[in-house]
């Protein structure tokens, strides 16, 4: 069965830093893509980051590049999401993803539904 488990969210201030955590278990993750959605209140989910398995190929939305950077430890099972200059529009519940068959983009911009496995989503508040 599998199992992920997002962990690392909280309160930050406009311009802070966070680092989030996504820990997977039942899958091996050096053969999925994975990636980072989130979902702003009163908004849908979207695809913020996402990290291919062969190509490494990685994808950022407009919103965050340069600001956000994906990677994995595939060794622990570990996917990771460094936030930087935080801005109050990044709030929103984040969610782990993995994907067995599409690249990051593909993956991140595609349809969720094909997402083979998702974790319950950590909180990141982004306010002064």
């Known amino acids: 069965q599998v199992h992920i488990v997002e962990s690392g969210g909280g309160l930050v201030r406009p311009g802070g830093s966070l680092i989030l955590s996504c820990a997977a278990s039942?899958?091996?993750?050096?053969?999925?893509?994975i990636g980072w959605f989130r979902q702003a209140p009163g908004k849908e989910r979207e695809g913020v980051s996402c990290?291919?398995?062969?190509?490494?190929?990685?994808y950022y939305s407009d919103s965050v590049k340069g600001r956000f950077t994906i990677s994995r430890v595939n060794a622990e099972n570990t996917v990771f999401l460094q936030m930087k200059n935080l801005k109050i529009e990044d709030t929103g519940v984040y969610y782990c993803?993995?994907?067995?068959?599409?690249?990051?983009?593909?993956?991140?911009?595609?349809?969720?539904?094909?997402?083979?496995?998702w974790g319950q989503g950590t909180l990141v508040t982004v306010s002064s």
């Open positions: 993803g993995s994907d067995s068959t599409r690249s990051a983009q593909a993956m991140c911009n595609g349809d969720q539904h094909q997402v083979d496995s």
């Open positions: 039942g899958i091996g993750l050096d053969n999925h893509a």
């Open positions: 990290h291919g398995n062969w190509d490494g190929s990685t």
